[in-house]
């Protein structure tokens, strides 16, 4: 069973910045598509961003122009960048990856989670 566990989550002022990392067991996230999502209070789980094997990123409109992901796969760890933050992007922040190296949207295609980490922003 892979795993994933995120670290980088913690407080910020509104307008600053934060950089979330997720370390993988094995190849996952060499080898397969892997996301970020994230859940605040009262909401749905929300996608982010996902990047796939080949290091292929698309990005949901929340977080274009502020968020970036990527990956080291030589210490199998993916990474979100987050700039820009605001008091709407407080929520436990989760990455996900898929059985398969190509990316599909939604949550329902990824079988694997971490633990989340949680962002609060203050303003």
């Known amino acids: 069973q892979e795993q994933l566990v995120e670290s980088g989550g913690g407080s910020a002022e509104a307008g600053g910045s934060l950089k979330l990392a997720c370390v993988g067991t094995g190849n996952i996230v060499k080898g397969n598509c892997m996301a970020w999502f994230r859940q605040a209070p009262g909401k749905a789980r929300e996608e982010l961003a996902s990047?796939?094997?080949?290091?292929?990123?698309t990005y949901e409109d929340s977080a274009k122009g502020r968020f970036v992901i990527f990956k080291d796969n030589a210490k199998n760890s993916l990474y979100l960048q987050m700039g820009s933050l605001t008091p709407e992007d407080t929520a436990v922040y989760y990455c996900a990856a898929r059985r398969v190296s190509y990316c599909t949207q939604g949550a329902e295609f990824f079988a694997y989670w971490g633990q989340g980490t949680e962002v609060t922003v203050s303003s």
């Open positions: 990047i796939s094997k080949d290091g292929y990123a």
